[in-house]
């Protein structure tokens, strides 16, 4: 499987997700869907992200957008951290990184001196034609998701 690129349709995959769903993309067409791949349930960063896309969910809804955050933690991680801060979008969980590496968001960082593979933070917009519309890499969380709505609301 390649790698996804803006302009170009995005390839079907299925990880599973909380509430007992399984996420395919193919089941999506015809509506906008935001993919924001992050790091870690419960750490600083990632939980004000999805606080951010928490509290803009109407606007995204508004837009016909459908919002989903994947990281490679546990379903019960994500229902935990879903629940903890009242999430109206699902968590994906890519254990096995299909999605990670169909997206190239795994990369070598520095944690504690050591070099792990982590996820670096990103966002894609997958148009409702199924093609990749945007995306941002190297996510900086502030003031990130309201670009990303400007975005949603180009389509």
């Known amino acids: 499987m390649g790698k996804v690129t803006v302009g170009k349709p995005v390839p079907d995959f ?12 193919a089941d999506f067409n015809g509506k906008t869907v935001v993919l924001f791949f992050y790091p870690k349930d419960n750490t600083p960063g990632c939980t004000r992200e999805g606080q951010d896309f928490r509290d803009l969910y109407p606007e995204f809804a508004g837009a ?7 990281s490679r933690d546990s379903l019960r991680s994500h229902e935990n951290f879903k ?12 254990a096995d990184e299909t999605a990670c590496k169909l997206f190239d968001v795994l990369k070598e960082k520095i944690m504690y001196g050591r070099k792990v593979l982590g996820i670096e933070r990103s966002t894609f917009v997958v148009g409702p034609d199924g093609t990749l519309f945007r995306e941002w890499r ?7 998701v309201e670009e990303v709505l400007e975005a949603v609301r180009e389509i």
């Not at 990880?15 to 993309?25: A, E, S, V």
């Not at 629940?83 to 890519?94: G, T, V």
């Open 64 to 70: 016909g957008a459908e919002i989903f955050g994947i």
């Open 83 to 94: 629940a903890k801060f009242d999430f109206p979008f699902e968590l994906l969980s890519d």
């Open 14 to 25: 299925e990880i599973p997700g909380t509430g007992d769903k399984k996420f395919r993309l």
């Open 138 to 144: 190297k996510v900086r969380v502030n003031g990130h």
